[in-house]
């Protein structure tokens, strides 16, 4: 599985939209980019993935860029409940296994 | 009800003594695994399931062992336990059948401390 570079640690105002890079340089073409959070000791928790196309749900939104090296994920309005640490996987479908780097603490401030 | 349940939530325990840690999951999934988080670090595999009868080691395997005893539950055991296996322990989830495996679910995690 291709490896993951994340910025050790963000800061966002509430309310604000937080943009957590990633860069995932190796990546191969059947590879997906995962993202999940951890708050403070709880299980990770699933965000979103996606493949080559911008992808949205409830939570955020996922933009890839077009050579699939890097992406990001927007918290469209950060709350306080959003700060956690986040952690960007590249990983394909054969073993189903997850492969958790550092991940960005994103702190949301008032 | 919680999907994924993981028992005891804490737990201290003396070191060479046997201890289970136990994952019961009710979303029917077929896949299970178990990881430990040291602090300040991520996830790391201990084992993982892909049905009843498939058991396979993970990255950190070394001192533990795992029972499938069915498609809902998962056991992790530390035959003897250490202090350096002192650290949070979490199962997870998944589904084959869904297109994307790597969509996990975890439990709430088991803090285990090793004197």
């Known amino acids: 599985d291709a490896k993951t570079t994340q910025p050790p640690s963000m800061d966002c105002a509430e309310g604000r939209a937080a943009n957590l890079p990633c860069n995932h340089s190796?990546?191969?073409?059947?590879?997906?980019v995962y993202w999940y959070r951890q708050i403070h000791s709880q299980g990770p928790q699933y965000i979103i993935h996606?493949?080559?196309n911008n992808e949205t749900n409830e939570m955020a939104s996922l933009i890839i860029t077009e050579d699939r090296k890097s992406s990001t994920l927007i918290l469209p309005h950060a709350t306080l409940r959003d700060t956690a640490v986040y952690y960007c996987?590249?990983?394909?479908?054969?073993?189903?296994?997850?492969?958790f780097g550092q991940g960005t603490i994103l702190t949301v401030h008032p | 009800d919680a999907d994924v349940t993981q028992t005891p939530r804490n737990r201290i325990t003396k070191t060479g003594k046997r201890i289970m840690l136990e994952c019961s999951q009710t979303?029917?999934?077929?896949?299970m695994y178990w990881y430990r988080q040291d602090p300040g670090l991520g996830l790391r595999l201990i084992y993982y399931?892909?049905?009843?009868?498939?058991?396979n080691k993970g990255e950190i395997s070394d001192g533990y062992s795992v029972s499938r005893q069915a498609q809902a539950k998962f056991s992790l055991s530390l035959e003897s336990a250490i202090p350096n296996q002192t650290a949070l322990y979490f199962c997870?989830?998944?589904?084959?059948?869904?297109?994307?495996?790597?969509?996990?679910?975890f439990g709430p995690g088991t803090r285990l401390t090793v004197l």
């Open positions: 190796t990546i191969s073409g059947n590879e997906y």
């Open positions: 399931s892909f049905d009843v009868k498939d058991i």
């Open positions: 997870a989830t998944s589904d084959s059948g869904q297109d994307i495996v790597n969509t996990q679910y």
């Open positions: 979303k029917g999934h077929d896949r």
């Open positions: 996987i590249v990983g394909g479908t054969s073993y189903g296994k997850l492969t």
């Open positions: 996606g493949l080559k």
